[in-house]
């Protein structure tokens, strides 16, 4: 496994254990698994450059989005973001295959910069038929407050995989780490900010 998602998912694990989420965890581990070969060709052969880490997380459990496993539907918070001590979803390999053109097919206009008031990182291509964004991960709120890609077609300023996070109302477009195995040390660095006592209840 890449050592980033396995020192990101034994922190994740121990976050849990410490803010009373021991049963929830234990739960987790119990009924969860991982994807198939079959995804983890599509998904290459799609996003040819997807990164190892993020590929190990999906080993390790194939979305934590109201995912069924089991016969048992999930919600179950896994990743975080820049935004203080917000939750998000990962995202199934199912839903990151069906959702390959979700950002052109939303955001052109935005990419565009059709829009003087939406704030997007320079480091964000200019030019919507380019782009080439995997969708990772939801938020806690289903996706409606905010959004993270992969991004593997970035300005000539941005570095080719980096994390773009989306931000509802008001709307704004910022990269947040510069890699995903970045993104995954930042919340690493944050101690899992995300996980509380007061959210797993």
Partial sequence: MNPTAE?????????????QGKEIWEH?????????????????????EVPDALLDLL???????????????????FLGSDM????YYLLSSGEMIENHDVAVKYYSDYIEREYEEVEIDKKITDTAKDLKWLHFSDCMNNGGTSQLFIDFSPSEKGTKGQVVRFLHDPDEFSVIADSFEDYLKMLIDKKYDFINEDLLE
């Fill in 28 to 48: 987790f581990e119990k009924i969860k698994h991982g994807l198939t070969g079959e995804n983890i060709q599509k998904l290459r052969e799609i996003y040819p």
């Fill in 59 to 77: 080993k390790y459990v194939d979305g934590t989005y109201w995912r069924e496993y089991e016969g048992e539907k999930m919600a179950f918070y």
């Fill in 84 to 87: 203080e001590e917000y939750p």
């Fill in 7 to 19: 020192q990101y998912i034994t922190g994740l694990k121990k976050a849990y254990f410490e803010n």
